[in-house]
């Protein structure tokens, strides 16, 4: 099938479509096209049928359509940044590290999502306790904050101690309270 083809066929239920087709197909992508690759590939990944390897391939696809969701999303950081954040622990989890590549890395998941808070621990929990009080953008960065640390109990029990699980547990501290 070209990829001509694929532009002519809108419609077309992406979650039949093999692996090499999707990522051709990505490459032209945008919007919910991407969104739509995302899913596909993610539901793949799940595949328990499917070998570790080809399930941390459609993962990998996955995470590309996520990422080039990126360029053109204007208000979506967050969601987007859950959604990478979900799957790479998801593969971590389920078909076990990987310090080799940085997706299936638990540091470089813990980095990465301390690079995505707009607070710390300490800021989190200070706007936390009046957070009724405080105006709707930061209370919308408070349930930002909440849905990107969702994996966090996950991914502790993968860190070494030091400074940068001492974080990740502060943050997973102040997560119950927020809104």
Known sequence: MSSDTYREEPGRDLSTWTYDQLKTFIHDAQGQRLEAVRVAAQVQAYNSSNSQEVRRQWAKLSLLANRR????????????????FMLRMWV?????PDDTDPDWSPKALAFDTLDALTFTPTQAADLAEGWRDIPVEQIRELRWHKNLTAHLDNL??????????????????????LP
């Open 69 to 84: 969701m990126f360029d053109n999303a204007e208000g979506l950081f967050a969601r987007l940044a859950q959604q990478n």
């Open 92 to 96: 971590i989890d389920r078909l076990g």
């Open 156 to 177: 502790v029990g993968y860190l070494k101690p030091g400074p940068v699980r001492e974080q990740i547990v502060a943050c997973i501290a102040v997560r119950q309270h």
